[in-house]
């Protein structure tokens, strides 16, 4: 069985373009730098391993004023989806880079915690975990 120029070709400009992609990938992957630790990857993190963490991390109250103004985190700055614009200023100029945030809410596993951390992640600054149980597993401690 004969294959046609323009298969031979087609086949040749496939091929080139799969090496590209994976020189792509190779070269994004050398520039992120090594693996993260599977607590990175899963994004949350326990209370005892945040307290642990050196540099101590950037605890973020995503709860509301009123929750957050009643008790919070020793240090913790209010950041929230509703005061995202006035409060990420502060927030972004308490954070070292290198440093973890640790976000938490009133639930535990809550929407709030999630979406401040998914918007801090952006500022590539340093990891951002969930803390796993919230807001009841701080005052649980």
Known sequence: MRRSSK????????????????????????E???????GEI????TLTEALHRQPPPLWIDAR????????????ARLLNPENWEQS????LEAWEPGR???????????????????RLRTFQLG???????????WNRR
């Open 127 to 137: 990891p951002v975990f969930v803390l796993q149980g919230g807001w009841t597993a």
């Open 64 to 75: 509301s004023t009123a929750e957050y103004d009643a008790g919070h985190a020793p240090g």
């Open 42 to 45: 899963a994004q949350e993190i």
């Open 32 to 38: 992120r730098g090594p693996l993260q630790s599977v």
């Open 7 to 30: 298969g031979v070709r087609t086949l040749r400009e496939a091929g080139g373009l799969l090496l590209a992609a994976a020189l792509l990938a190779l070269a994004a992957a050398w």
């Open 100 to 118: 973890c945030a640790v976000v938490y809410c009133g639930t535990p596993g809550g929407e709030a915690s999630r979406e401040v951390a998914e």
């Open 88 to 91: 990420v200023p502060g927030v």
